[in-house]
């Protein structure tokens, strides 16, 4: 087996196997072996699909040799969330509930990234049904933030396994979903780039519902450029043109605000000091209250106007009041709380929402996007709030408030790495900009991580 570094990016690997230098299915043993060996509790990846891996490393294999190679990401080794179906492989959202779910096919952006060459390692851990903001799963296991490696904090949620298997070097990429900030969450807690992608630009289906209205599908990428490839994988167009990207002329707006309010000790000293770098390499910033972030974050968290949980209510509360002993207590209450809502309080919202969309787009007219940090708070202890009660709710709420704003508002956003926070775990800022922008938002990102670099 040839020996490369397993923390390679995703296109650097690509690269490798396009010259030679490393087989597909040298990479994949490689991966598979780190995996068996890290995660014998399958706390990160809730199972492996080595058969199913092996099978596409050696195809290709064979397309490499051959100089066919179908994309920049083709024989590269990835993990997926498991609520993506794969063909014949247990499917079930975290949750002992669904374990007997097997799908006879692929969901649409497997079988699309399956096409183009990438090779499935296996479904990583996330919440159950992907209803929470911290990644803790008691019941099917919670996978351990890395950063800390004298107390467990939790990872990150609800895409917890993907962005743990990235950060432990289990794969060369990830691909989760985001809801209210599943993608962005782990992501900046793990150190890694996450993007959320406007509502409807993938197909979700064949992915395990928890909000239709608001699920998206992103990856979470060692960088810029391999989210960018990432999400090229997703969709099947070709990516966005990263060469040359320049910070100079563009705006973005601090709206100050709740989404600044706060912070744990640390996180504003590292995004202050990655302000500070962009201002010198001459991004305008401006600072501007944004009223439509305060009205719907207000509207998202009101107890009578929640689609995310009437939706999610509409769609599980069979079945796990039939399953309630093999449920989690805050995802089933979260879940339950769902009964209460009335179609005339649903309609209310959505009307609402609709026009605090419509107001933030006229506010935000003019600047390139709006920068956020993208968590609020360090990644708390997973003891300290695994049973429950109002310190998981709080954390939950606090974790999910600053990207749960751009689920609702319909845009795409994106988290980057930018320092540490005084308990040494990394801090994020998260970029959104307007519905269907991604390349134009994933060029502005790739500008400022080569500037904070």
Request: hydrophobic share 45%.
């Amino acid at each position: 087996m040839t020996n490369f570094d397993a923390q390679i990016s995703a296109l650097a690997l690509g690269r490798l196997i396009e010259r030679g230098d490393v087989t597909p299915r040298d990479a994949t043993e490689t991966y598979l072996a780190r995996a068996n060996e890290l995660d014998p509790d399958h706390r990160i990846y809730v199972r492996l699909t080595e058969a199913r891996a092996r099978a596409e490393a050696d195809a290709a294999t064979d397309r490499a040799k051959r100089g066919v190679r179908l994309h920049p990401l083709d024989g590269v080794p990835l993990s997926w969330k498991d609520l993506f179906d794969s063909a014949g492989t247990v499917t079930a959202a975290g949750s002992k509930a669904l374990t007997n779910r097997v799908p006879a096919r692929d969901a649409d952006v497997l079988a699309r990234a399956t096409r183009a060459g990438s090779i499935c390692l296996g479904k990583t851990a996330m919440t159950e049904i992907a209803f929470s903001g911290l990644g803790i799963n008691p019941t099917c296991g919670t996978p351990a933030n890395p950063f800390d490696t004298k107390a467990e904090r939790a990872p990150g949620g609800s895409s917890a396994g993907a962005a743990v298997a990235l950060a432990r070097n289990l794969c060369a990429g990830s691909l989760g979903t985001d809801t209210g900030g599943s993608v962005r969450i782990p992501a900046s807690w793990n150190g890694l780039v996450g993007l959320k992608t406007t509502a409807g630009r993938v197909s979700l289906k064949g992915t395990v519902p928890l909000s239709p209205s608001f699920d998206t599908i992103g990856p979470i990428a060692r960088d810029v450029a391999d989210a960018n490839a990432l999400f090229s994988l997703l969709t099947g167009d070709a990516p966005a043109d990263l060469a040359d990207t320049s910070l100079r002329h563009i705006t973005l707006a601090l709206p100050g605000g709740t989404g600044w309010s706060g912070l744990d000790a640390g996180i504003a000293e590292a995004v202050d000091a990655a302000l500070r770098k962009l201002l010198h390499a001459g991004v305008r910033l401006v600072e501007r209250p944004v009223a439509a972030l305060e009205a719907i974050n207000a509207l998202a968290w009101s107890s009578g106007a929640s689609r995310i949980v009437a939706e999610a209510h509409a769609l599980w509360a069979e079945t796990l009041k039939a399953n309630k002993s093999d449920i989690y207590p805050p995802v089933f209450d979260r879940v339950m709380a769902g009964a209460s809502l009335t179609a005339r309080d649903l309609l209310e919202a959505d009307r609402k929402r609709i026009a605090i969309a419509k107001d933030y787009l006229a506010e935000t007219a003019g600047v390139d996007a709006v920068l956020m940090p993208t968590v609020a708070i360090s990644p708390p202890l997973i003891g300290q709030i695994a049973d429950g009660g109002p310190e998981y709710f709080n954390a939950n709420g606090m974790a999910l408030r600053n990207t749960t704003m751009g689920n609702q508002l319909g845009l795409c956003a994106i988290t980057l790495p930018v320092g540490f926070d005084a308990l040494g775990m990394p801090v994020g800022i998260m970029l959104q900009a307007h519905p269907g922008t991604e390349g134009k938002l994933l060029r502005i990102a790739a500008a400022i991580e080569k500037t904070l670099n």
